[in-house]
């Protein structure tokens, strides 16, 4: 298969340093990368190449970038090339007036952080890539944007709309010919990000995220704008923000948590939204799907894990949090962590190893396995993340009647004056601006609660640039309890319940919806939806036959909990599951309350779900 062309980038700067950190980083990240600190280099390098961006430092050593801008525009040197101004903060708001006027494309203000730089310079290459496709076929641009999920609309420099898709239809509530009738009412911004509110002929309030660029379109100036509803979006993070902000009033750390929040929500969508869209192209080859498929499980588990620790954070400090013991092999766990972290480890160019001291039929502890591979994922991970061109180890000494485990790496280290914050909630173990690393904080924190919960004791030792070695302690022997454990997913056939049922599906998410239709597609006689909680309870009047629901909890209209009890007034008999995004403590113990007779999270898994269904049916 032939090789991919790399983007071109041509850096024009007169500081030799910023050339060659910039050409390094973003050769990095897959950039063909040309450099150039005057005029005279720069219109070298394009009479021989077309890059696709230029990234142009406004002020050079006795010239300035607006004259070689003004040149380029001039001489119609790469129409389609891309033109980022770079400039400094105290930069006068005339001179990038005039870099605007003269053409560019938009401004990058140092100093900037190099991830950010990436991302801007990434999403200026996203914007020409667009570009460049709707120059090569209008006619294919008109069918994608048809089918894409986002109101698309094109308007003019006068603010007329001249076409809308069928999602803008959705969206507004306006038939394409009310819309063509209309004024689009809202600000052009091009390039950024806007957030506006969805004027809807229903007054619905919905809030969406526009995105605007020029284009040619019947051979007139008009602008391509497109817009998203991040509603729900939107509701997530009000309502993680106001969680976290009632339960960590005294903490001083929840803003620091609450800034990098976004970015951790955020940066895993990007992935699952981004190529679930290339995964409607077209043709797409067999290996492509399942790169794309891959990155999208990996973003959709990035931000669950996120979800999970938070969820895990709030269990803790309830003390709902329960211990489930049993023997484990601790050479067996290593090995799993091992296989594991091995290619994440291989990928910041370390070196993973474990060491083991006992013969395998003596290397047994009696703890919870899910919390010490917990402890243990936790510290790797922070090891990984914090090292590279290193060595991490990770073993265990036999110390009386405890286990001392170890995880040690060769990183950056940490300050000893904050060796005693780290274990805090939403610290990361390196706070420097310099250093920007990814996790909203929480790892270190659970892993020191899952420590004190198995009865020992968790601590560090670290020097800067040489690395760190968290030490903690475990006994051989825990806490023995009475209670069976379900330790592992197995099939559950219950086929013969299901065949006789009528299942009542009650969820306003279309997704859950389908999912929940391929899960019991064939296995049940009917399979009836409700998209509220009025009509779920309307639906029961009718339909006598009904056996089980699936009750969403958070649905408009009337929430689950309201339909929940009302329906229980006409039929005390029927089963309710609540299956709901809601996770957090007491949120099981309120479904049970207002009349569910089960109770499942989302993400849904099936076999848990048909477990549920075979101990109530």
């Known amino acids: 298969m032939e090789e991919k062309a790399k983007d071109k980038i041509l850096l024009v700067d007169d500081e030799p340093f910023n050339l060659e950190i910039y050409s390094e980083m973003f050769s990095d990240v897959g950039y063909e990368v040309f450099t150039a600190s005057n005029s005279g280099e720069t219109f070298e390098i394009l009479k021989k190449n077309e890059p696709d961006l230029l990234l142009l430092d406004i002020v050079l050593h006795n010239e300035s970038g607006l004259d070689i801008l003004e040149r380029i525009k001039t001489d119609k040197l790469h129409p389609f090339m891309f033109i980022v101004m770079i400039t400094g903060a105290f930069t006068s708001s005339q001179q990038q007036a005039a870099g605007l006027e003269q053409g560019a494309d938009g401004y990058i203000i140092r100093p900037i952080d190099n991830r950010e730089l990436i991302a801007r310079v990434e999403a200026f290459m996203r914007h020409k890539r667009t570009l460049d496709s709707l120059r090569r076929s209008e006619s294919r641009f008109r069918k994608i944007i048809a089918r894409n999920p986002d109101a698309i609309l094109v308007v003019g420099t006068d603010g007329?709309?001249?076409?809308?898709?069928?999602?803008?239809?959705?969206?507004?509530?306006?038939?394409?010919?009310?819309?063509?009738?209309?004024?689009?009412?809202?600000?052009?911004?091009?390039?950024?990000?806007?957030?506006?509110?969805?004027?809807?002929?229903?007054?619905?309030?919905?809030?969406?995220?526009?995105?605007?660029?020029?284009?040619?379109?019947?051979?007139?100036?008009?602008?391509?704008?497109?817009?998203?509803?991040?509603?729900?979006?939107?509701?997530?993070?009000?309502?993680?923000k106001k969680a976290l902000l009632k339960a960590e009033e005294s903490d001083?750390?929840?803003?620091a948590f609450l800034?990098?929040?976004s970015h951790e929500i955020r940066t895993p969508m990007n992935g699952v939204l981004g190529f679930t869209r290339f995964l409607k192209k077209p043709n797409l080859p067999i290996e492509k799907q399942r790169k794309y498929i891959s990155i999208i499980e990996q973003s959709g588990l990035r931000m669950l894990n996120l979800i999970n620790d938070i969820i895990d954070i709030s269990k803790i400090e309830s003390g709902n949090m329960e211990v489930n013991y049993g023997n484990i092999n601790i050479h067996e766990m290593f090995a799993s962590l091992f296989s594991f972290f091995e290619p994440q480890a291989k990928k910041n160019k370390n070196k993973l190893l474990y060491v083991t001291s006992l013969p395998d039929h003596k290397a047994y502890v009696f703890t919870d396995n899910e919390k010490i591979t917990a402890i243990f994922t936790n510290l790797i991970k922070n090891a990984i993340k914090y090292t590279s061109n290193g060595k991490i180890e990770f073993g265990y000494e036999l110390k009386e009647n405890m286990f001392e485990f170890y995880v040690k790496d060769t990183g950056i280290g940490i300050p000893q004056d904050r060796l005693d914050a780290i274990f805090e909630r939403f610290v990361q173990a390196d706070l420097r601006v310099a250093q920007p690393y990814e996790g909203a904080g929480l790892g270190l924190s659970i892993a020191k609660a899952y420590v004190e919960m198995l009865r020992g004791k968790i601590r560090v030792e670290s020097e800067e640039n040489k690395g760190s070695t968290f030490y903690f302690t475990i006994p051989i022997k825990g806490k023995k309890v009475d209670k069976k454990v379900v330790t592992q997913e197995k099939e559950i056939d219950i086929n013969e319940k299901l065949r006789e049922i009528t299942v009542l599906v009650a969820d306003d998410d279309e997704t859950a919806n389908v999912y929940l239709e391929e899960v019991l597609e064939g296995k049940c006689k009917r399979i009836l939806h409700a998209r509220n909680g009025k009509q779920a309870?309307?639906?029961?009047?009718?339909?006598?036959?009904?056996?089980?629901?699936?009750?969403?909890?958070?649905?408009?209209?009337?929430?689950g909990y309201t339909a929940t009890r009302m329906i229980k007034q006409y039929n005390e008999n029927v089963i309710i599951i609540a299956q709901t995004a809601y996770a957090m403590s007491g949120d099981k113990e309120k479904a049970i309350k207002a009349g569910c007779n089960g109770y499942i999270t989302k993400p849904i898994n099936q076999n848990e779900l048909l477990l549920?269904?075979?101990q109530l049916l």
């Open 160 to 240: 007329k709309i001249s076409f809308a898709n069928p999602s803008a239809e959705d969206m507004f509530k306006l038939t394409i010919d009310e819309l063509l009738s209309r004024v689009f009412g809202y600000p052009i911004i091009q390039g950024e990000h806007t957030e506006i509110n969805i004027v809807r002929q229903d007054e619905e309030k919905r809030i969406g995220e526009m995105r605007t660029i020029d284009i040619d379109w019947n051979d007139k100036e008009t602008f391509l704008t497109s817009i998203r509803d991040i509603t729900h979006h939107k509701q997530i993070e009000e309502e993680l």
């Open 252 to 255: 001083k750390l929840k803003s």
């Open 259 to 261: 800034a990098n929040m």
């Open 537 to 559: 309870v309307d639906i029961i009047q009718k339909e006598k036959d009904i056996n089980l629901i699936l009750m969403d909890i958070k649905m408009p209209v009337m929430d």
């Open 612 to 614: 549920i269904m075979n």
